[in-house]
């Protein structure tokens, strides 16, 4: 399996990327031009207004993929025991919560009907990366097993 110690190398480079491009375009009216939202953006402007909130999906969005990301190449590299699994499942799981929300979001704002939403290519390659990690961790615990 070392193809999979590569793949969740190169996570550690795509997050980065996928959290400065653009998730979504957005605007008030479809008249006015669409500002692009990013990770980074998003959470320059929740740090402007809510740090609570900020620190919450900072936590989500930043944190915790990149922990388990790094943590898991760490068990695959034999640096750290496989007894840290579990641990990293749980980062695991609070990283897929941003994936949720964001589309959570989108769909509200499509629903209201009073803005413009389009989603961008950050969107699939960040959630691209979390669903690589989660794959690449799904495999590793089956290995744990073996």
């Keep these: 399996m070392a193809v999979l110690k590569w793949i969740n190398l190169s996570l550690l480079a ?24 990013s990770v980074v953006t998003g959470l320059q402007a929740l740090w402007e207004t809510d740090l609570l909130l900020a620190a919450i999906v900072s936590l989500f969005a930043l944190v915790a993929p990149y922990v388990k990301t790094m943590g898991l190449a760490l068990v695959q590299f034999g640096l750290v025991g496989r007894n840290r699994l579990p641990i990293l499942a749980v980062m695991g799981k609070l990283a897929t919560a941003d994936i949720f929300l964001i589309a959570l979001y989108i769909t509200i704002v499509k629903g209201i009907g009073i803005g413009r939403i389009e989603t961008a290519w950050g969107l699939y390659l960040f959630t691209a990366c979390i669903l690589a990690s989660l794959l690449i961790s799904i495999a590793e615990a089956g290995r744990a097993v073996d």
């Design 14 to 37: 795509l997050y980065p990327v996928a959290w400065c491009a653009p998730l979504m375009r957005a605007g008030l009216l479809p008249l006015f031009g669409l500002s692009e939202i």
